[in-house]
């Protein structure tokens, strides 16, 4: 098969083909295991030799669908607890085929006003979704980390003016090192995002008296009362990842404006708290923040991947983010060009499955869902109360349990090694997903429930899974 062009007449089968793979696929993801036993031949088994004359699109597609099918993740199934990740939603899996269909640049106006168009009313429908402030702008992201580069950028920006300095164009050279607090809560991502902007990990104060990590306010307080005026930036966290606890926001919030710093909320899915009223109170400050972002591949349930970042102050990101070309449209040009205000050039249209999920559901329906899987972890945690195996190790505040194995009778200095055990365990069975971390010194299992197809059934195996493990180990 020397050229794809004497494939032409093959498009419309390979896309049948494809579909039709989808739906097999798809058929049993809510029973089946999410890894099949056996993956590991298979993917050894792909080791052939860069092929010199190809097999043509079909003997490709049906290659991949065969083994695809046998070793992929079943990470978009009802009973993947782990990385806090969701699925596709029907409306933003189609909208999804759609999007790598239409195959649209979405950098700028001039190259996609449909990407450009649907991207600023999915962006606004988000904001009103969560409640923030009409002057808050946005742009999505390939996830969190981009989104807090984004919204990171824009606070450089902000500090490097407020000290005289045009940071894009001098660099950090001329500045002094920022004041960066948060508590014990603060994400990787942030954190990747802080080094990649220059800041240095070594500004980042984590200031909390607690062993699982929890702000210390007074610590916060005074360190602010310190550092120099408008050289402060603090990151509140809204949904820990071990156990889903927030930081106090509105209270941050109170001293950022006090000291005159630089708010920004990482909330890649303890966002979604604003959307109900039982858990909204959790998320209360977040419209007060500088800057907000969370992950849609998470609690929004749209393929892989997706992010986005909200800046109150947006006029700032073209500023930080904006390159210039002859080749390329201007940046005053007044239609939307979200590739003037992204880290990335070459965008997908990302924006595509999130309209569809939204139009599709509705305010009501993701609320739905997110009161849903609220009510599932309260299950789960008595659930786990219930067993006497088990050990639940902290409040389930949102969509997260943080728990442990602890047969009756076994010693503490053994607990971690047997938690371990029980997590490698839980992973190669594959009829659950859930990893295992380190929380308040301890070795724990933290499932998150965050996928639309995820019911009582499916946390109810996670423990009759668990005790079966637990019962071939220790008797």
Same mark, same amino acid.
């Given at each position: 098969?020397?050229?794809?062009?004497?494939?032409?007449?093959?498009?419309?089968?390979?896309?049948?083909?494809? &579909?039709?793979?989808?739906?097999?696929?798809?058929?049993?993801?809510?029973?089946?295991?999410?890894?099949?036993?056996?993956? =590991?031949?298979?993917?050894?088994?792909?080791?052939?030799?860069?092929?010199?004359?190809?097999?043509? @699109?079909?003997?490709?597609?049906? =290659?991949?669908?065969?083994? !695809?099918?046998? &070793?992929?993740?079943?990470?978009?199934?009802?009973?993947?607890?782990?990385?806090?990740? !969701?699925?596709?939603?029907? &409306?933003?899996?189609?909208?999804?085929?759609?999007?790598?269909?239409?195959?649209?640049?979405?950098?700028?106006?001039?190259?996609?006003?449909?990407?450009? $168009?649907?991207?600023?009313?999915?962006?606004?429908?988000?904001?009103?979704?969560?409640?923030?402030?009409?002057?808050?702008?946005?742009?999505?992201?390939?996830?969190?980390?981009?989104?807090?580069?984004?919204?990171?950028?824009?606070?450089?920006?902000?500090?490097?003016?407020?000290?005289?300095?045009?940071?894009?164009?001098?660099?950090? $050279?001329?500045?002094?090192?920022?004041?960066?607090?948060?508590?014990?809560?603060?994400?990787?991502?942030?954190?990747?995002?802080?080094?990649?902007?220059?800041?240095?990990?070594? +500004?980042?104060? $984590?200031?909390?008296?607690?062993?699982?990590? /929890? *702000?210390?306010?007074?610590?916060?307080?005074? &360190? %602010?009362?310190?550092?120099?005026?408008?050289? +402060?930036?603090? *990151?509140?966290?809204?949904?820990?990842?071990?156990?889903?606890?927030?930081?106090?926001? #509105?209270?941050?919030?109170?001293?950022?404006?006090?000291?005159?710093?630089? %708010?920004?909320?990482? !909330?890649?899915?303890? %966002?979604?708290?604003?959307?109900?009223? =039982?858990?909204?109170?959790?998320?209360?400050?977040?419209?007060?923040?500088?800057?907000?972002?969370?992950?849609?591949?998470?609690?929004?349930?749209?393929?892989?991947?997706?992010?986005?970042?909200?800046? /109150?102050?947006?006029?700032?990101?073209?500023?930080?983010?904006?390159?210039?070309?002859?080749?390329?449209?201007?940046?005053?040009?007044?239609?939307?060009?979200?590739?003037?205000?992204?880290?990335?050039?070459?965008?997908?249209?990302?924006?595509?499955?999130?309209?569809?999920?939204?139009?599709?559901?509705?305010?009501?329906?993701?609320?739905?869902?997110?009161?849903?899987?609220?009510?599932?972890?309260?299950?789960? #945690?008595?659930?786990?109360?219930?067993?006497?195996?088990?050990?639940?190790?902290?409040?389930?505040?949102?969509? *997260?349990?943080?728990?442990?194995?602890?047969? =009756? !009778?076994?010693?503490?200095?053994?607990?971690?090694?047997?938690?371990?055990?029980?997590?490698?365990?839980?992973?190669?069975?594959?009829?659950?997903?859930?990893?295992? @971390?380190?929380?308040?010194?301890?070795?724990?299992?933290?499932?998150?429930?965050?996928?639309? $197809?995820?019911?009582?059934?499916?946390?109810?195996?996670?423990?009759?899974?668990?005790?079966?493990?637990?019962?071939?180990?220790?008797?």
């Amino acid at each position: 098969m020397p050229d794809p062009l004497d494939d032409h007449d093959q498009l419309a089968e390979a896309l049948n083909f494809a &579909a039709g793979a989808a739906q097999h696929y798809l058929g049993d993801i809510d029973q089946a295991r999410i890894l099949c036993p056996g993956f =590991e031949k298979t993917i050894d088994g792909w080791s052939d030799a860069m092929p010199e004359t190809g097999d043509g @699109t079909l003997a490709a597609l049906r =290659e991949l669908a065969t083994r !695809g099918a046998s &070793a992929a993740t079943r990470s978009s199934g009802p009973r993947f607890f782990h990385f806090v990740m !969701g699925g596709g939603t029907p &409306a933003a899996l189609g909208a999804d085929w759609l999007t790598s269909t239409y195959d649209q640049v979405a950098f700028a106006w001039a190259s996609s006003p449909l990407a450009a $168009r649907l991207e600023q009313v999915a962006l606004d429908w988000l904001r009103q979704l969560f409640e923030l402030p009409r002057e808050f702008g946005g742009v999505f992201t390939s996830g969190a980390t981009m989104a807090n580069f984004v919204a990171l950028a824009a606070a450089r920006n902000w500090w490097a003016e407020r000290c005289g300095v045009d940071v894009e164009e001098r660099g950090l $050279r001329e500045l002094p090192e920022p004041l960066i607090v948060s508590s014990g809560y603060l994400h990787p991502s942030a954190v990747q995002a802080i080094g990649m902007l220059g800041f240095g990990r070594g +500004s980042i104060r $984590r200031l909390t008296n607690d062993p699982v990590g /929890r *702000i210390d306010l007074g610590a916060v307080e005074r &360190a %602010l009362d310190l550092a120099a005026p408008a050289r +402060s930036i603090v *990151i509140a966290n809204a949904g820990e990842v071990n156990a889903g606890d927030f930081d106090p926001i #509105a209270e941050l919030a109170d001293l950022a404006e006090r000291y005159d710093a630089w %708010l920004h909320v990482d !909330g890649a899915f303890g %966002l979604f708290a604003r959307l109900v009223p =039982e858990a909204r109170e959790l998320a209360e400050g977040v419209e007060r923040a500088h800057s907000v972002i969370a992950d849609a591949h998470k609690w929004l349930n749209v393929p892989y991947d997706c992010g986005f970042a909200f800046v /109150r102050e947006v006029e700032r990101l073209p500023r930080a983010l904006n390159v210039g070309a002859p080749y390329l449209p201007s940046a005053v040009d007044p239609h939307p060009s979200f590739g003037f205000i992204a880290p990335e050039s070459s965008r997908r249209a990302r924006a595509f499955s999130v309209w569809a999920t939204l139009r599709a559901y509705g305010r009501d329906g993701h609320r739905a869902m997110v009161r849903r899987h609220l009510a599932l972890a309260q299950h789960l #945690a008595r659930r786990i109360d219930a067993t006497p195996e088990l050990e639940r190790l902290a409040e389930v505040r949102l969509n *997260i349990v943080c728990f442990r194995v602890h047969p =009756e !009778g076994w010693p503490d200095e053994q607990l971690d090694a047997l938690n371990r055990e029980v997590g490698e365990a839980l992973l190669a069975d594959g009829r659950v997903f859930v990893g295992t @971390t380190t929380y308040a010194g301890k070795v724990a299992l933290r499932p998150a429930i965050v996928n639309w $197809r995820t019911r009582e059934e499916d946390v109810d195996l996670l423990v009759d899974v668990l005790r079966e493990l637990v019962a071939a180990r220790v008797g």
